[in-house]
């Protein structure tokens, strides 16, 4: 056995110094490795960061370009409503004024066309106050329908006008 003794140490030696630099190896890369994935998941959460504060930062630019469109939305139905119940108002009296008979609805009477059986003067006579063109008074409930239809054609447009301002305000 002294033939194990010097060669066989000198074997065992070289073969723990091996592994113990395999291990120290081992540990090295787990070391530079880790450095590398520690690097990677700090970059790729600056990244995240920027994402979100960049999402966040256009989110609040979408909602403060909604709230001024509601706002301008707002403004635009208050002052059609305005307008609509201006002109309700406006209709509701002219119908008061024909019903009490303060204010008569006449039309123009064409001098030229002499309608058959038409008892109404194609010319207005020399003692009224009245002068300028024939013209001829219409029945008060006639002239109520005529004031329904002009009502229902100015709510119309005042409508119409509205749906145009709600379009331009959301082409903006």
Known sequence: MPA??????RLIGLLVLAGCSAALAW??????YGQQLAEQARLHAETLNQLTLAAA?????????????EQRLSAS???????LSDAERDQGR???RLAT???????????????PGCSVPATSSTGGMVHGAARARLDPTHAQRIIAITDAGDS?????????????????
């Not at 194990?4 to 140490?9: A, H, K, P, V, Y």
């Not at 008979?101 to 309608?115: E, F, N, P, T």
């Open 27 to 32: 540990q090295f890369q787990d070391w530079r």
């Open 57 to 69: 930062t256009q989110q609040q630019a979408e909602q403060d370009k909604r709230l001024a469109l």
């Open 156 to 172: 119309a447009l005042i409508a119409l006008q509205a749906c145009q301002a709600y379009i331009r305000a959301l082409a903006r």
């Open 94 to 96: 002219l119908r008061d």
């Open 101 to 115: 008979a303060d204010v008569r609805l006449s039309v123009l009477l064409d001098a030229s066309d002499a309608a």
């Open 77 to 83: 139905e208050q002052t059609h409503y305005r307008a």
């Open 4 to 9: 194990f003794g010097l060669i066989g140490w």
